[in-house]
């Protein structure tokens, strides 16, 4: 469904309102202590409303997630909490929703939509038996109220980085611990810590901006008695929630196998492995319940002189196949170590355009113009010919990588008084040309998308 179609044919009345539902993708979280997964959202949410006051009531909610979960576990869980704000009177019967998915967000969204339609019974929530016995939600009623879905660089078919890091399961295993044992040890100085476990691994990282998000998040944990009990509360919740994160992706790595361009099952849950008979039952759901969706795809900066055909896959046997051995000069200058060695995961590997083809063409979001996309074009996380669904005519082609969408395009200084020293980051240095008129664009449109005109 077009954009500008979609947002004119839903009117409600002013007394309805417009539940807009952020689900974050692989990372999970909301926030870990003062770093927020879609950051500057919220500010720029806000003067969207007050320059359109004929749209329906609209209210922002950010859901967090399990990281690294299998995506029957996360979709579960985003089942949980709509479950609990209908049991609890935060979404009315009149109400409507839209979630908004980015990367594994998406996927958690397909498969929720997917289970609330074959649902049979009440789901059961807040209460226990007899007096307290729990309230029944049915699974219709939230169905029936979600009338948008916006996917945002989504792996709809996977993504041949999840293929290759978990060929690489013991060494990702490896820094996992080193970094439980970092948080857990709150006497030491963590962010020292860290930065002699980066420099000693791959000192190229030193000045990645990745590496300033994690010292951040480190800094947070360190209690300070002298600034008094509010700090040192904050610092021991920044540790807990740090410490459990953590030790959710250390204990369930699952997504991993979800996301990878080739199933390692054939009964994956995953939606990125559903069937053509299966998306089509999915997109017969939609519309049976009118969900309209409205998707974006992000493409970054190529790095890389690839030689014609095939892109091998990084190989770390095979030191030709490294990314510092074929980049361009001139074009990676620009970017950091770490979105390259992003880049080239994902560049090589099972992928191949749906419908196995070599390549696809999409249309711009600001230029409107047809773009053809090969196989190995990506985001630094996600191939963008996979984003390329339900609708790939309606697509809206992105230059960006997987986080600029997101918020985090840029360095932004932590508030006054904040033990971090950045409250966003450029975590993946593309180069791409993704600046604030982009993502101001990008969320605008969603905003359009989501909310509609009030009901005359």
Known sequence: MAMNEASDDLGVSSNNRMHVVLIPGFAGFDALGQLEYYAGVTPLFRRWQEKHRDRATAVLHYFDNF??????TRSERLSQYLVKRFARGEFSSDDRIALVGHSTGGLDIRLLLWHLAQLAKPVLTDGGRGKNKAVEVDPREILKRVDRVVFISVPQ???NIA?????YGTERKVVVAQLRAAVAASQ?????AFEHLISSAAAALANTDVLFAVQDALRETEEDTTKGPMHTAQAQEAASLLGLWLRH????????DDLAAQSSSDNSASPAHFTPVQRKQEQAIWKRHGIQTLSFATIGNNPFDFPK???PRWDLLKPWTYPEFNKDKKRAAETDAFYRMCYRACAGGPFKCPPHSDTLVVRGLRSGEPREIAAWDNDGIVNTASMLWPNQEETLLVDGDHMDVVGHYKRVRAIQGSDREFQAYDLLKS???FISATFDEVWTSIFDFCVPVKAS
Do not use: K
């Open 163 to 167: 293929d290759w890091v978990r060929t």
């Open 188 to 192: 030491l100085p963590l962010v020292d």
């Open 249 to 256: 992706i250390a204990t369930d790595f699952s997504a991993i």
């Open 309 to 311: 055909g095939a892109i």
């Open 157 to 159: 078919w996977g993504t």
């Open 67 to 72: 990281p690294t979960a299998a995506v029957v």
């Open 431 to 433: 180069h791409s040309g």
